[in-house]
């Protein structure tokens, strides 16, 4: 049987882990080269690379060069806000720059990699970077400008749900009437905007995004707690959406997903080699081998596995599931 195939929607190859560097110390070569093999090992059809800021969307674009199958997004991350009000020309010459790398890279366009606005939103949990004041207004000049460039949302929301959701409420008629929507809106099924990323929020939450109109994506971080687990399982088939966020947010053996993992494991065990290749620390670096203590691409289809069964249904149909929603709202 052919492997199940993936869209990984939230990868950071712009992370220095990724050149062998690790708190500003190089311990083993550059080997983005053998990241992206096994990812293509692992049958990941595309690749969205996040940007978090006017400055690493230009950087990723670069990197977007590397593949055909890389994307990537172009927005400022909720804790970055404050790179608005520091820019040269204020916040609005900051957007403007961002939107003159859409217009020239959109995934409209024949050679287009930018697929969406973000990673944008709010971020309650680390106000040390920015202030709720900052985050909301960076949110809503996002919000605007995914409704002017007919792009997609690429969202984050941690520990900021009311206030996520009342930023963006308003503005999802317009982002469906601007064609932003994946799909034609009706009563039992809104178009979708957008897609939360590494979603850990709670059942309730999740049902409200859901009523919104938008995907939930899930990775390593989303499957740590029983209650996390709870939550995925409610994620609509229809809804659903995979990722590593490598090299961050890898699957733990204190995790409460171990236990399904570990089934996965035992099961399918060429599979599972697969997607978990064989792991040495840094000062051990292979080309043969990824590194431990770093997420890969390639480790998605270890989120996938955890998903189906979760979800009770093959590890296939999990993963087309997955990869039909990241095509249709994407656009690749």
């Known amino acids: 049987m052919s492997l199940p195939r993936f869209i990984e929607i939230a990868v950071n190859l712009g992370d220095p882990m990724f050149r062998g560097i690790y708190r500003e110390k190089q311990k083993h070569p550059d080997d983005l080269e053998n990241v992206l093999q096994r990812a293509e090992d692992a049958r990941i059809a595309a690749q969205i690379i996040t940007a978090g800021s006017l400055a690493e969307t230009r950087e990723v674009l670069d990197l977007t060069k590397l ?3 890389l994307y990537c997004t172009a927005g400022v991350h909720p804790t970055r806000s404050d790179d608005l009000f520091s820019h040269p020309g204020g916040p609005t010459a900051y957007i403007q720059d961002l939107r003159n790398l859409i217009d020239s890279h ?43 460039t007919n792009l997609p949302l690429f969202l984050h929301s941690r520990a900021a749900h009311s206030d ?10 317009k982002l469906r009437q601007n064609g932003n929507a994946d799909g034609e809106p009706s009563e039992t099924e809104p178009g979708c905007v957008g897609v939360v990323h590494s979603f850990t929020g709670t059942t309730d939450e999740l049902k409200e995004l859901l009523e919104l109109g ?46 399904f993992l570990e089934q996965f494991r035992k099961e399918d065990p060429h599979l599972a080699q697969r997607y978990s290749p064989l792991r040495l620390k840094p000062e051990r670096w292979s080309a043969s081998a990824a590194v431990k203590g770093r ?22 149909d999990l993963a087309e599931h997955a990869f039909r929603n990241a095509t249709r709202l994407f656009r690749l």
């Open 214 to 259: 938008l995907y939930v994506g899930v990775n390593g971080c989303s499957l740590k707690t029983q209650d996390n687990i709870d939550m995925v399982r409610e994620i609509p088939l229809h809804r659903i959406m995979l990722e590593t966020d490598a090299p961050w947010c890898d699957l733990r053996p204190t995790h409460a997903s171990a236990t």
């Open 295 to 316: 997420n890969e691409p390639c480790n998605i289809g270890e989120v996938a596995a955890v998903v189906a069964r979760l979800h009770n249904i093959r590890l296939h």
């Open 106 to 148: 959109t995934h409209a366009r024949e050679d287009g990699r930018i697929v969406a606005v973000g990673e944008c939103g709010l971020d309650y949990d680390r106000l040390h970077f920015a202030s709720k004041e900052a985050q909301q207004s960076a949110f809503e000049l996002q919000l605007n400008l995914a409704q002017e």
């Open 164 to 173: 996520f959701v009342r930023l963006l409420r308003p503005h999802l008629a």
């Open 67 to 69: 593949r055909s199958y």
